[in-house]
């Protein structure tokens, strides 16, 4: 018995259930906007307003006095430092780890899963965990007083030892961060046709020549958006460096805390924020212009 085919739908039914499957996406997205518009948007907003707004209505008084504030240039100055080498550092690593990955045949998983460690400790514990090593009767002390490398307690996160500071921050921001990068990049390569790489072996290309110009270039989504992400949760570091610097390294997201729980000044706090969000923006749009890459280039 063969059945036939249903009747179609008269115009009306089906105009309807046309204009239905045009706006079902935009359905399905409704409770996300709505959720974007009350956590995200309507404090951005308020936010902005509070920069802007001071004791003789709106303007920039907010602005001058962070700009007059002692620390803002150290906190600019030392904010720029770390991300600037950071997160090159940390890209560097998490790219070679993830080549290492690639030719690894037993137990991948299981360094993937011990280099990822360190995504599940905050950045508080991080940061005391580095204190503990690095504080002045902590283990990396101890250790080279047993070795006869001192002959006593030596400071290391001290306003006197700015260099020996800012490394220390510098290593605990790359052993805490670098597998943010490190997931996103091996998510990349997973995805890279072996094609490419075997006809460049067969025509002679070295190791180094088939990861700059296969590679890297195939890698360039993955790359942008570890850069995005990554430099967008630098600009807001705070606990691991209050954990270890305190108020000897000032940051620009330490200043805000600092404005709004110390000096009880939401407005200034409110400019200091704006001013982060400013420049994540600004930073992600460069991103997103030089490391764009036209479709008829994506594998």
């Given at each position: 018995?063969?059945?036939?085919?249903?009747?179609p739908?008269?115009?009306?039914?089906?105009?309807?259930?046309?204009?239905?499957?045009?706006?079902?996406?935009?359905?399905?997205?409704?409770?996300?906007?709505?959720?974007?518009?009350?956590?995200?948007?309507?404090?951005?907003?308020?936010?902005?307003?509070?920069?802007?707004?001071?004791?003789?209505?709106?303007?920039?008084?907010?602005?001058?006095?962070?700009?007059?504030?002692?620390?803002?240039?150290?906190?600019?100055?030392?904010?720029?430092?770390?991300?600037?080498?950071?997160?090159?550092?940390?890209?560097?690593?998490?790219?070679?780890?993830a080549?290492?990955?690639?030719?690894?045949?037993r137990?991948?998983?299981?360094?993937?899963?011990?280099?990822?460690?360190?995504?599940?400790?905050?950045?508080?514990?991080?940061?005391?965990?580095?204190?503990?090593?690095?504080?002045?009767?902590?283990?990396?002390?101890?250790?080279?007083?047993?070795?006869?490398?001192?002959?006593?307690?030596?400071?290391?996160?001290?306003?006197?030892?700015?260099?020996?500071?800012?490394?220390?921050i510098?290593?605990?921001?790359?052993?805490?961060a670098?597998?943010?990068?490190?997931?996103?990049?091996?998510?990349?390569?997973?995805?890279?046709?072996?094609?490419?790489?075997?006809?460049?072996?067969?025509?002679?290309?070295?190791?180094?020549?088939?990861?700059?110009?296969?590679?890297?270039?195939?890698?360039?989504?993955?790359?942008?958006?570890?850069?995005?992400?990554?430099?967008?949760?630098?600009?807001?570091?705070?606990?691991?460096?209050?954990?270890?610097?305190?108020?000897?390294?000032?940051?620009?997201?330490?200043?805000?805390?600092?404005?709004?729980?110390?000096?009880?000044?939401?407005g200034?706090?409110?400019?200091?924020?704006?001013?982060?969000?400013?420049v994540?923006?600004?930073?992600?749009?460069?991103?997103?212009?030089?490391?764009?890459?036209?479709?008829?280039?994506?594998p």
């Open positions: 018995m063969i059945l036939s085919d249903p009747s739908l008269p115009p009306p039914a089906r105009e309807r259930r046309e204009g239905f499957a045009r706006l079902a996406p935009y359905l399905l997205l409704l409770p996300s906007l709505l959720f974007l518009t009350a956590l995200f948007f309507v404090p951005l907003v308020q936010t902005i307003a509070l920069a802007f707004h001071g004791d003789g209505g709106y303007g920039v008084a907010n602005f001058t006095r962070m700009a007059d504030d002692l620390n803002f240039q150290d906190a600019v100055v030392n904010t720029f430092s770390i991300i600037a080498v950071v997160v090159p550092l940390q890209l560097a690593l998490a790219l070679g780890m080549m290492m990955l690639r030719h690894i045949a137990g991948r998983d299981i360094v993937l899963w011990i280099w990822s460690i360190p995504l599940g400790i905050s950045d508080l514990a991080a940061g005391l965990v580095w204190l503990a090593i690095l504080t002045d009767h902590g283990y990396l002390n101890t250790l080279l007083f047993r070795l006869g490398l001192i002959a006593g307690p030596e400071s290391w996160l001290t306003y006197e030892t700015p260099t020996a500071l800012f490394v220390a510098v290593v605990a921001e790359t052993w805490r670098t597998a943010i990068v490190l997931v996103i990049v091996v998510a990349g390569v997973q995805f890279l046709p072996r094609e490419y790489g075997e006809a460049a072996e067969v025509f002679g290309a070295t190791p180094w020549q088939r990861f700059i110009r296969i590679t890297l270039p195939l890698l360039k989504p993955s790359i942008q958006t570890a850069l995005i992400l990554r430099t967008v949760l630098a600009f807001e570091m705070f606990a691991l460096v209050l954990s270890l610097g305190g108020r000897n390294f000032p940051v620009l997201v330490s200043e805000a805390y600092q404005w709004q729980y110390v000096n009880q000044d939401t200034v706090a409110a400019a200091y924020a704006v001013v982060v969000m400013l994540s923006l600004a930073t992600t749009l460069v991103y997103l212009r030089v490391l764009r890459t036209p479709h008829e280039q994506l």
